[in-house]
Each structure stands twice: as C-alpha cells, then as structure tokens.
C-alpha cells in the first residue's frame, strides 16, 4: 500500500489559498482526534484539503474540511471528503465523521454545535500531522474503511447500528457467508484485551462465541420479527448485552482492516516504514542487500557529493541550509556516517543512515558551525541555531532532494537536559555571535 508524503501547509499560505475564487465545498465534521487550532492544508491523492481549525481570531470556530468543487460535481466532492475522513478516522485512530456540507463561491464555514465539534480538543498551531497516510486505491479497502468509521462515529451515541456498522467492515469483504463465519471463528482466538475477557465470559456461559454475535448481534439489531431474537430497544439486559459485545466485534473489524487489508496506522507506520526508501534507487542491488544485512561495503560513492537541503518539518528547508553538500565519513555494520556542509564550510551537520533497520538519525554532538571562519555570517548561525534547537526540541529534521520525497530523521529524545524555548535560544546564539564579532573588530585599547 502506498504512503507517500503529505505535504502540510499552515499560515498566511494557507489564507490565501482559501481568498482564492471558487467554487468551494465545505464539510463540517465531528471529530474524536485532535483536530488542529488553525487552517492546515494537506495535499493528498491529488488533492487540497483544508482543514478549517477550531479557532479564529481567538475564538472557537466550528472544524471541518473544505475542498475546491464546482457546482455541478458536488457529489464528487463530497465524496472525496467521505474518503478522506474515513482514512484519517483509521490512520489517527480515532473517528473524523460529517455532519452536514455547503457549497459556494467562498469557503463558508459550517456551523451546528450539536453536530460539529472535535471532543479531544485541538492540536498546537504547527503540530497536526498525518503525513505519509496510506493512499486507498480499491473499492474493498474503501468501503471497510467506511463502515470502520461510521461505527466508531456511532459508539456510546448508539450501540446496536455501531454494532451493525462495524459487522460491514468484515462482511462487506465476503461473497459467501460460510468463508465470512470461518474468518471470525478463527479471529476470534486472536483477540486480546477486554474482547477476550468477553470472549470468555460467553464462553463461560456455554456459548458459541461466532454464532452469538451474528444471531444475538448482527441479526437482532438489523431484523426485527416477533418470533426470532432481537435486540429490544426497551429492555436494558438487551441494551447491556449489546454494549458487552461491541468490544469482540470492533476488535474484529480491526483485525481484518490491519491484517487481512493491511492498512496502517500512524502507529504501526512509525514502526515499520523504511525512511531510506527514497534515497535507496541510488545504491546498486548488491551494495543495498549488503547494507540491509548489516555488512560493511566499501562502494557508496553515489551518497558521496550527494547535494540536500536539511530542513525542520514542516516548513522544509531552513534558510542558509539549503543547499548542503554530503561526505560519507564512514561505513560500518551497515551504518553509514555522513557530513553534510555548506558551500563555505562554515555550517556541518552530522547524519547517520541505518540500513538495517531503515531509520536517519541526526548526530547534534558531531555538528556545528566553523567559530573562527572568516566565511561565517550571521546567516550561518542562525541556521545552525534554528536546525540544532528545534532538533533538541523534539522536532523532525528532514533531508531534501529535488523531485524526490523528503527524507525524515528520527526524533531526539533528550536526556537529563531540559531543552530551552526554540525561539529564545537561537535569538540568544545569533546575540553572542555579534558581540564576539563586534569585539573582535574593535582595535585593541592601550593602557598608559
């Protein structure tokens, strides 16, 4: 499944895209993650989606997600968001639903408290992210995702159709009920957590397990005859029995989402997804097999002289790191030691590509800027200062090369160290350098 970068834009950027002329479509939706405070584009499958934040001019602002669309494709467009939604709800766990749309010449935003809002609360100015989510390309996946969704949109607001919603994700997959009823009686011993102390509660019970949730789940909530088994809206044994049994089913729809659809989430991506990806066409099959397994090699010249720029995400490359040159200081175990400086050499910056396991890593201790160069500019400080404290800050550095995705380092995560304001410090850095630089030009003061 493919997870290309998303790119994300925020700030004026982002406001003159939504002043532009339209026609616009504008989605209000109910969210269970953390939505963000301001306007974020993304660019995603081809599309712009911006993501109305929940605040405005200091006041709360209604969240939803608007997306260029001409009169006459409204269903396109909403459809679009429809999908959207559905993969952010799974990548983000958590659900993103709509609850109603409007289309016109501007982005209006739309606004019904009772059925738009973000329950988590919002996300930081710069801090949404939902980058490399998966890009869902077959009707099976599509509308598993869907369903996923509305269940998780319908649980705690009502049980019995969150049960029946999220009984689709799986049977919508089956042509024949026989393979359907196989595939869960086997999932159902994979289950962990409270789904299986719910599992064995109905087990304790004398009940087969796979049956109950069709007969006593699927079937009583979606029929409704007097003489079979339903789920009765005015008793509450019905009503618990239901809620009791909604963690089996929502575990089994995710079972099927990651391991049958494989579908990741921001989690699982995080663990599994290859960094180096982008940059391993540049690397022969033989050199690449050699680093994968850990091997030392002695051929990685196509790395050696490789131009980048080193950037902070999400804004991209920082000013006066733009275009860095890359000298592979060493190779060993399938680590690769790289230098990457400036035009002047007045700014290095240290990077470590693990191949076995796919990871960058920055390297703060081994970078820094050439103090006593005649080279080095205001400009070169700051860029240094704005990459070392925003990595030490638990930022992601990003490493970039023309037409090909973004390449992310691994989050520092300091130790015995409390990393000081961004901002604060880098003032302070670029502060210290002009007085070292005024001093060293005054003439020396002689004493009579």
Not at 200 to 208: K, V
Not at 326 to 344: F, M, Q, T, W
Request: contains cysteine; glycine residues 8%.
């Amino acid at each position: 499944m493919r997870t290309p970068y998303v790119t994300h834009i925020f700030g004026e950027e982002v406001e003159r895209k939504l002043r532009s002329p339209g026609p616009w479509l504008t989605a209000g939706v109910a969210s269970s993650i953390a939505w963000p405070a301001l306007e974020v584009c993304i660019l995603y499958s081809g599309d712009e989606y911006f993501l109305r934040g929940t605040e405005r001019d200091g006041k709360p602002s209604p969240p939803g997600i608007s997306i260029r669309c001409r009169s006459d494709t409204v269903d396109t467009g909403i459809s679009k968001v429809y999908r959207l939604t559905s993969v952010l709800s799974w990548f983000l766990e958590g659900y993103v639903d709509v609850s109603g749309y409007i289309s016109g010449s501007r982005p209006f935003l739309y606004g019904d408290p009772r059925r738009v809002f973000s329950s988590l609360g919002q996300a930081g100015t710069k801090s949404f992210n939902c980058n490399h989510m998966p890009i869902i390309e077959d009707d099976r996946t599509r509308i598993a995702l869907a369903f996923w969704r509305e269940g998780l949109r319908l649980t705690n607001v009502h049980d019995g159709y969150a049960f029946l919603s999220l009984y689709k994700v799986i049977e919508s997959q089956f042509l024949k009920s026989g393979k359907k009823g196989k595939w869960i009686t086997d999932a159902i011993d994979r289950l962990s957590g409270d789904a299986a102390k719910r599992v064995a509660e109905l087990r304790a019970a004398g009940l087969d397990v796979s049956r109950h949730i069709f007969d006593s789940g699927r079937c009583a909530v979606a029929h409704a005859s007097i003489d079979a088994e339903i789920v009765d809206p005015d008793l509450p044994e019905d009503r618990r029995r239901l809620s009791s049994d909604l963690v089996i089913i929502r575990e089994l729809a995710h079972l099927y989402i990651r391991d049958e659809l494989r579908v990741p989430t921001a989690h699982s991506l995080h663990r599994e997804r290859n960094r180096l990806a982008p940059w391993e066409p540049l690397l022969s099959t033989r050199s690449l097999g050699r680093l994968r397994r850990g091997r030392t090699i002695a051929d990685i010249s196509p790395l050696d002289g490789l131009k980048v720029g080193v950037g902070i995400w999400p804004e991209g490359p920082i000013p006066g790191l733009e275009e860095m040159t890359l000298h592979v200081e060493s190779v060993r175990d399938g680590v690769v030691k790289l230098i990457a400086a400036n035009p002047g050499i007045t700014v290095m910056l240290a990077f470590l590509l693990d191949f076995p396991n796919g990871r960058i890593h920055t390297n703060l201790e081994e970078g820094g800027f050439a103090e006593n160069s005649d080279q080095l500019t205001e400009k070169h400080v700051r860029a240094y200062a704005t990459y070392f404290y925003h990595v030490l800050a638990n930022k992601i550095a990003e490493l970039h090369r023309a037409n090909v995705e973004p390449v992310d380092c691994e989050v520092v995560i300091p130790v015995n160290i409390i990393p000081p304001d961004p901002t604060e410090a880098i003032e302070k850095s670029v502060q210290i350098f002009r007085e070292r630089r005024s001093a060293a030009q005054r003439p020396d003061i002689q004493h009579g």
